[in-house]
């Protein structure tokens, strides 16, 4: 089916686990994801137990010690830049390096369309840096030559965890003189300014520099997380920072990646977009993207509203990174959550991309500007063969399920269903299940009734393997439930690609979460509970 299976791609000595597909043996078609590595880790079953004096680890034993194994990972992306002379787009995601370094860095992935994605190399030397670590930034190709290196250089404004003088979390710059070589360690351009107006306390969350120019007021921007809120500084040359303000978003921490973009209100007006990621909502862990719009006046944020939204309502969905090109705004995050992320069943695959996707600005159900969220046109090109199926009733009191008459979609497909209500019937529940065996299932619950939507998995298959860490199961086990707009049609995109789940309702409603299904789990089928009826109006399955 749609599994891509290569001689580099496969590991003998995999992860063995009661449940969970062998990921080593797959590519995930359309989440770029970290490559398999063999090393020990891989030669013994990856579970909890006894250490070699026969002593039982704990959650945190267990998860200190898997740590310090070499496991590939990556987590929090960069956006892309279109490179013109070589017409591919250039990205970077942060990683580990390999075994031997134990380096935590930047490795350049490449693609075509945004949809296919190749790691290409690791550029960094990391030499010259007082720890051989990476952690967020950004990448910016200087057009004007406002730094004096050239028009077309390129500059990383990288946040390390020390260096030119300073003990603390400091922005570092590198420099190469085009997109596609290999950039070089210039120093510290921005320290850590240490206890006080900033900062707050020495060292924390000084880091993730996101850096753009603001052409209206002739400088560059960088938007870092600072603690308890996200501050602004300008450059005229990409070197010398000077603080601007500071927004105040301590009742959201942990924040971080923030991002800060121009967008096109419905009405036409030009309003700004703070993006950032959020380690608590509504005072539980979670591990999302929260936003706020608002304007700027080249000095200060002030938003319209007060509480953020959120982008995605999902389990795993975090770090996103935001960049505009040719008047489109794009999108993609890391499909990870760190209360769990260590104890998963990766199985030679540690860390996800989203897929990327296209923001707008539309009115919400409150009156307020809010996001809408598109998937790009190539995905819908992205599987090679599909199966549509036209006007399924489902009714609680007649015809309740229905399934479509495809064996088995393999372990990469995408579904999209329009559902309507038959007039005068009040709506039915809906439930959209897959990766199912009778035992092992996840589900999407449809309420228009209750205005809401429900992604569960507590019965998806493997979860956190480390059964002594409550915390991590509770959060893994947890039900996702997302606000639901009333509307006479729902159009909805499921994508199932190997460990990943990507929801997406009328371009409003997105979620993302991992699942681990069983080899056995690949059933689906659609059904109606409660009062009431709903019609498929339409499905696809492409696979």
């Known amino acids: 089916m749609s599994a891509v299976l290569t001689s580099s791609s496969v590991l003998t000595d995999i992860v063995q686990t009661a449940q969970g597909r062998s990921f080593s043996k797959y590519a995930p078609l359309a989440h770029f994801s970290a490559a398999p590595f063999r090393n020990e880790i891989y030669n013994n079953p990856y579970r909890e137990g006894s250490n070699k004096n026969g002593v039982a680890l704990s959650a945190n034993e267990f998860a200190m010690i898997n740590a310090g194994q070499y496991r590939p990972w990556i987590n929090d992306p960069c956006r892309a830049i279109w490179d013109a002379d070589n017409k591919l787009w250039r990205a970077f995601v942060l990683t580990n390096n390999n075994p031997e370094d134990d380096q935590q860095t930047w490795v350049e992935v490449v693609s075509p369309d945004l949809e296919n994605w190749v790691a290409n190399r690791i550029p960094f030397y990391l030499g010259s840096l007082d ?133 096109t209100a419905p009405d036409g007006s030009r309003k700004w977009v703070l993006f950032f990621s959020l380690k608590t909502w509504d005072g539980q862990p979670y591990s999302t993207v929260g936003y706020l719009v608002g304007n700027w006046d080249g000095t200060t944020f002030t938003p319209d509203f007060s509480t953020p939204k959120l982008l995605n309502w999902g389990s795993d969905y975090y ?22 992320s260590q104890m998963l069943p990766t199985q030679g695959f540690a860390g996800n991309q989203s897929v990327v996707t296209k923001l707008g600005l539309r009115k919400d159900t409150d009156g307020k500007l809010a996001l809408h969220i598109s998937l790009l046109e190539t995905q819908r090109r992205h599987y090679p063969e599909f199966t549509q199926y036209w006007q399924i009733n489902l009714s609680t009191s007649g015809t309740s399920s229905w399934s479509p008459d495809v064996a088995n979609p393999g372990i990469s497909w995408r579904a999209d269903f329009s559902l309507l209500r038959p007039s005068p019937t009040a709506w039915a529940d809906v439930t959209f299940e897959f990766c199912s065996d009778g035992t092992n299932y996840t589900r999407l619950i449809i309420q228009p009734s209750a205005g809401t939507i429900t992604l569960q998995r507590s019965q998806s298959g493997a979860g956190p393997l480390q059964t002594n860490a409550p915390t991590a199961h509770a959060l893994w086990q947890k039900d996702r439930v997302a606000p639901l707009p009333a509307q006479l049609e729902y159009k909805v995109t499921v994508i199932f690609d190997g460990s990943v789940v990507e929801v997406l309702i009328n371009e409003r409603t997105y979620l993302s979460s991992l699942i681990f299904p069983p080899e056995t789990a690949f059933g689906m089928s659609l059904s109606a509970s409660g009062t009431g009826g709903a019609i498929i109006r339409s499905f696809k399955l492409s696979c």
């Open 131 to 263: 720890q051989p670590v990476l952690w967020g930034g950004s990448f910016i190709v200087d057009e004007k030559n406002t730094s004096g290196y050239g028009a077309g250089s390129v500059h990383y404004l990288v946040s390390i965890p020390g260096g030119g003088g300073y003990s603390q979390q400091s922005v570092a710059r590198f420099i190469a003189p085009k997109l596609g070589l290999s950039p070089l360690y210039d120093g510290v351009v921005l320290g850590n300014p240490g206890v006080g107006n900033i900062v707050h306390a020495p060292g924390m969350d000084f880091r993730d520099p996101r850096v753009d120019w603001d052409d209206a007021a002739g400088h560059w921007l960088m938007k870092i997380t600072v603690g308890y809120g996200i501050a602004f500084y300008s450059s005229p040359d990409l070197k010398t920072w000077s603080f601007l303000s500071i927004i105040d978003l301590s009742a959201w921490q942990q924040i971080e990646t923030p991002d800060l973009v121009p967008m």
């Open 319 to 340: 770090a996103q990174a935001i960049w505009q090109h040719g008047g489109t705004t794009y999108c993609w995050a890391w499909m990870g959550n760190w209360n769990y």
